[in-house]
């Protein structure tokens, strides 16, 4: 990187994401969206991904920090080839992943600190967005470090274990979730963290340990030019999910009972983005259900394609049980289509509490879903209501300019406060 390429002001800029896919999950859009209005602010950023790697619009540059990628698609959990091993990182992904665990966090944050390390002079600051893995403990010593928490991991931990059948699985999800004991520690030791909604703030302070001082909140933003209200008429009857997997926290099998009790008096078709286990809960309670023919799950879409759909529904549903932000809500109100969200965490907050941005319903309650999906089908003032607050609510609060710019603030508080340490000693 060269120095300063846009004036004495512009800062260098190391954004790093041990996973950032594209489409389905918030980590990709994260990363696509604040580094490219970091850079239409004037700096220069660079990011540092593992698989699979995000798709960047122009200005920022991506550096692949490759892992051994072991839950791609279509074969996840698979077994490398002993010519695939480079080091002794790859080995330790090898084994954390053959013991039940998930050693992506770690793993990343310890290749992330090696090139750093060797790289420390072409950075002014590195923004860690979720790894939390003890490597980031190093590189906290060589660079000022920002570190973005969504929400504690720690909450999808206990969801998943009360949800697991048998003494088996319980194991195999603790397990599983055994990094986020690490991002506790490290989260804790970190003097600069920002976080998405108030709600996940207090969550992080309750679950990791940290001091609430050290935390700022920066809402997460939505792409208002793609994200419009459609010119096309909505589908009847139709009913759009967002879920970057079937989970128990997304809430999608709560979502498809509620779907099975509403199309006894409406004509409902159900579309998922998302690609959901064949053998999983949420493909179990489809063909328990009988939806097959009502429920179509969709996925490998577009940022345009995905906005389109929520654009031709006449509702929008997040069901999740907990949220720390939810980029599906806010691209939803977007399209003006009227949304149903849980009191789960942080959509409150998000989505707005008076029922005039969006309905809210109990989490895990597939009865008052219901409920509410017939009651926005049998009111069509209602819904437009409801759709064009939404609109105004994400045009007035959610920008990822508005994003950047306040990262751009928290960036050059780190900065300050390291110089300021290394002044005093």
Same mark, same amino acid.
């Given at each position: 990187?060269?120095?300063?390429?846009?004036?004495?002001?512009?800062?260098?800029?190391?954004?790093?994401?041990?996973?950032?896919?594209?489409?389905?999950?918030?980590?990709?859009?994260?990363?696509?969206?604040?580094?490219?209005?970091?850079?239409?602010?004037?700096?220069?950023?660079?990011?540092?991904?593992?698989?699979?790697?995000?798709?960047?619009?122009?200005?920022?540059?991506?550096?692949?920090?490759?892992?051994?990628?072991?839950?791609?698609?279509?074969?996840?959990?698979?077994?490398?080839?002993?010519?695939?091993?480079? +080091?002794?990182?790859?080995?330790?992904?090898?084994?954390?992943?053959?013991?039940?665990?998930?050693?992506?966090?770690?793993?990343?944050?310890?290749?992330?600190?090696?090139?750093?390390?060797?790289?420390?002079?072409?950075?002014?600051?590195?923004?860690?967005?979720?790894?939390?893995?003890?490597?980031?403990?190093?590189?906290?010593?060589?660079?000022?470090?920002?570190?973005?928490?969504?929400?504690?991991?720690?909450?999808?931990?206990?969801?998943?274990?009360?949800?697991?059948?048998?003494?088996?699985?319980?194991?195999?999800?603790?397990?599983?979730?055994?990094?986020?004991?690490?991002?506790?520690?490290?989260?804790?030791?970190?003097?600069?963290?920002?976080?998405?909604?108030?709600?996940?703030?207090? +969550?992080?302070?309750?679950?990791?340990?940290?001091?609430?001082?050290?935390?700022?909140?920066?809402?997460?933003?939505?792409?208002?030019?793609?994200?419009?209200?459609?010119?096309?008429?909505?589908?009847?009857?139709?009913?759009?999910?967002?879920?970057?997997?079937?989970?128990?926290?997304?809430?999608?099998?709560?979502?498809?009972?509620?779907?099975?009790?509403?199309?006894?008096?409406?004509?409902?078709?159900?579309?998922?983005?998302?690609?959901?286990?064949?053998?999983?809960?949420?493909?179990?309670?489809?063909?328990?259900?009988?939806?097959?023919?009502?429920?179509?799950?969709?996925?490998?879409?577009?940022? +345009?394609?995905?906005?389109?759909?929520?654009?031709?529904?006449?509702?929008?549903?997040?069901?999740?049980?907990?949220?720390?932000?939810?980029?599906?809500?806010?691209?939803?109100?977007?399209?003006?289509?009227?949304?149903?969200?849980?009191?789960?965490?942080?959509?409150?907050?998000?989505?707005?509490?008076?029922?005039?941005?969006?309905?809210?319903?109990?989490?895990?309650?597939?009865?008052?879903?219901?409920?509410?999906?017939?009651?926005?089908?049998? +009111?069509?003032?209602?819904?437009?209501?409801?759709?064009?607050?939404?609109?105004?609510?994400?045009?007035?609060?959610?920008?990822?300019?508005?994003?950047?710019?306040?990262?751009?603030?928290?960036?050059?508080?780190?900065?300050?406060?390291?110089?300021?340490?290394?002044?005093?000693?």
């Amino acid at each position: 990187m060269d120095d300063f390429p846009n004036g004495p002001d512009s800062l260098r800029i190391a954004l790093l994401s041990y996973r950032s896919k594209p489409h389905c999950g918030g980590q990709g859009v994260y990363v696509r969206h604040v580094s490219r209005e970091l850079v239409d602010l004037g700096h220069q950023v660079e990011v540092i991904s593992g698989q699979p790697y995000p798709e960047l619009d122009p200005g920022p540059s991506l550096t692949k920090l490759a892992s051994l990628d072991l839950y791609r698609e279509p074969d996840p959990f698979r077994v490398p080839r002993p010519r695939e091993f480079r +080091d002794w990182i790859d080995v330790l992904e090898f084994l954390h992943m053959g013991t039940g665990g998930f050693p992506e966090p770690l793993t990343f944050s310890l290749r992330a600190a090696r090139l750093l390390k060797a790289r420390a002079g072409d950075f002014d600051v590195v923004h860690d967005n979720q790894t939390l893995g003890y490597g980031m403990l190093k590189v906290a010593k060589i660079l000022p470090l920002i570190a973005t928490i969504h929400h504690p991991v720690s909450v999808d931990r206990v969801v998943e274990i009360a949800n697991a059948q048998g003494i088996r699985e319980k194991l195999g999800k603790r397990r599983w979730y055994g990094f986020t004991k690490m991002q506790g520690k490290v989260a804790s030791r970190l003097a600069s963290i920002v976080t998405v909604s108030t709600n996940s703030g207090q +969550d992080i302070a309750r679950d990791f340990g940290v001091d609430p001082s050290v935390m700022r909140v920066v809402p997460i933003g939505v792409d208002t030019d793609t994200f419009r209200p459609p010119k096309a008429p909505r589908v009847p009857g139709r009913i759009v999910a967002v879920s970057s997997s079937d989970s128990p926290i997304k809430g999608v099998k709560v979502l498809l009972e509620a779907v099975a009790k509403v199309r006894t008096g409406h004509d409902v078709e159900l579309v998922v983005v998302g690609k959901p286990n064949p053998d999983g809960p949420v493909a179990r309670a489809v063909r328990d259900l009988d939806l097959s023919a009502d429920v179509r799950f969709v996925s490998g879409l577009s940022n +345009d394609a995905i906005a389109e759909l929520l654009g031709s529904a006449e509702v929008a549903v997040v069901p999740s049980l907990y949220e720390g932000f939810s980029i599906p809500a806010v691209e939803a109100m977007a399209c003006a289509t009227p949304l149903i969200a849980t009191r789960g965490g942080a959509l409150p907050e998000v989505v707005g509490h008076d029922g005039k941005t969006a309905v809210l319903v109990e989490p895990g309650d597939p009865a008052e879903l219901a409920d509410a999906l017939d009651a926005l089908f049998d +009111d069509d003032a209602r819904r437009k209501a409801i759709g064009t607050a939404g609109r105004k609510r994400i045009e007035t609060s959610y920008t990822w300019r508005r994003v950047a710019e306040s990262m751009v603030e928290v960036y050059r508080e780190a900065i300050a406060r390291r110089a300021a340490e290394s002044a005093g000693k």
